[in-house]
């Protein structure tokens, strides 16, 4: 459903503003119609030239008719999929101990055992405190531009489908928690307004249900770059819930993060035709999904043992940014989350791993050739190099091969926060593997088509001092 060209043009809609130019177009004309009975001419008995019988008739006519131009704009100066934070100094209580950006240790052996940990927060039981004791996620924010001030630029008027705040594991009680009720004033500073951008915005915030709450602070934003930002908070949130009225939830809080699928704009832009956006990556994806047959004796993740796939991978938020030599054609990326599994003990997952490949197109730019390597480096440490072939439907969806050897230690990662039966701790790997991979919600472009997309860019507005 992600990656149906509807749903695209419905999530399209909110993000684009139409300007239709009206014409009256006026053609006119002028026909002319001769006629001669008889051709003249010299007799033979004189050097006359006989009288002749030419006629002439002129019409002039006038046609009109209204005619439509439809413009389309980008209309929003920010438009994210999911953004997560790990908060510090928010609480003198044990922590969620989510890691660093809210993720890294979310899928590690201590939050699948600590009773006070992101996954099962009841309270002050924590083994282990943890340095980011809170936790920021937001779900699909987005921002428009906020004319007041006589339209003064870099004012935003934004809101998310949901947010969440928690200072620490007390979850119950301390956590603030908004379903499409929340809403915020930012006003933008711009520090680089050249991709990636570096933009500081002081912002006041508030909540309606489930939970009622103000939130007031201030974000450093570097991004975007193919949808990926590095965030960095400073704020206080005070609020409380509707279900438990009488207690209350006030703490300050700093914080890094990060958010994936996320595009900026500057004012600037929203006056340039989406012909004319300018793109930054050759491949955005949503989910990929994969069956994996390898070399492997260990038992399969399946409860059927006869299927012929023992493992699996599962990449969620992944981005190809093209390196600027070579045609482009190099490119580094990331996903946000990226499990791998070549059977019930051998699994690993990673945050944010480091990725490097090449693109080479077969034929035609549908079919496309990817050797890569890749390093996962947390929880998991695990080094895969390989290559996959991927067919391309240009709708929002994609097929692909994939041949490589992955070897490494599953580390921190612990497979019963996705099956309670799973072993506590995983074993270390080393196999060659073969894999049929599923892509949605999944748009590729040329590396050709990215760089003449970047020399489209708005120029520095920077000295002029206006801004």
């Keep these: 459903m992600l990656t149906g060209c509807a749903l695209e043009k419905e999530i399209r809609k909110p993000l684009t503003r139409t300007e239709t130019d009206f014409y009256t177009l006026t053609e006119r004309d002028t026909t002319v119609h001769d006629r001669v009975q008889n051709v003249p001419g010299a007799s033979s008995e004189s050097t006359l030239v006989a009288t002749t019988s030419r006629s002439q008739s002129r019409k002039s006519y006038t046609t009109t008719w209204d005619s439509t131009a439809d413009r389309q704009y980008p209309n929003f100066l920010r438009a994210g999929g999911l953004e997560v934070a790990g908060l510090l100094g928010s609480s003198s209580l044990n922590g969620a101990a989510t890691g660093i950006f809210g993720l890294y240790s979310l899928f590690t052996s201590d939050q699948v055992n600590d009773t006070g940990s992101f996954w099962h927060g009841h309270g002050p039981q924590s083994k282990e405190s943890g340095i980011t004791k809170g936790e920021l996620v937001r779900f699909m924010p987005v921002e428009y531009r906020l004319r007041w001030f006589d339209d003064a630029p870099n004012w935003t008027l934004g809101w998310s489908l949901a947010e969440y705040l928690t200072p620490d594991e007390d979850r119950a009680h301390h956590a603030l928690v908004s379903i499409g009720t929340n809403m915020y004033v930012r006003r933008r500073f711009f520090i680089r307004d050249q991709i990636p951008y570096m933009i500081f915005s002081p912002f006041l915030g508030a909540s309606v249900y489930p939970s009622a709450y103000v939130n007031l602070g201030g974000e450093l934003l570097l991004g975007s770059l193919a949808g990926l930002n590095a965030r960095a908070y400073a704020g206080l949130a005070s609020g409380f819930s509707w279900s438990d009225p009488m207690m209350g939830s006030t703490f300050p809080y700093f914080g890094l993060g990060v958010s994936v699928m996320d595009f900026t704009n500057r004012v600037e832009e929203t006056e340039h035709e989406w012909k004319d956006y300018v793109n930054t990556g050759i491949n955005f994806n949503i989910i990929e999904g994969s069956l994996i047959k390898s070399g492997s004796s260990d038992v399969t993740i399946f409860s059927d043992s006869t299927i012929a796939f023992g493992g699996g991978q599962l990449k969620f938020a992944s981005v190809e940014i093209p390196l600027p030599f070579a045609n482009y054609h190099f490119w580094a990326g990331t996903s946000l989350l990226n499990w791998l599994s070549f059977g019930f003990h051998e699994q690993s997952m990673s945050v944010l791993p480091l990725r490097v490949g090449y693109r080479q197109y077969v034929f035609t730019e549908s079919l496309m050739l990817e050797p890569f390597l890749e390093l996962n480096y947390y929880p998991s440490t695990v080094f895969n190099i390989g290559a996959r072939l991927k067919l391309d439907s240009r709708g929002g969806a994609g097929i692909g091969l994939t041949a490589g050897y992955a070897s490494g230690s599953p580390g921190a990662f612990s497979p019963t926060v996705f099956n309670s039966a799973a072993p506590p701790v ?27 997309s970047r020399t489209k860019e708005i120029p520095s507005t920077m000295g002029e001092g206006a801004r």
């Design 426 to 452: 995983g074993s270390s790997f080393g196999t060659a593997y073969l894999g049929v991979t599923l892509f949605l919600g999944d748009w590729n472009f040329t590396p050709e088509f990215v760089r003449e």
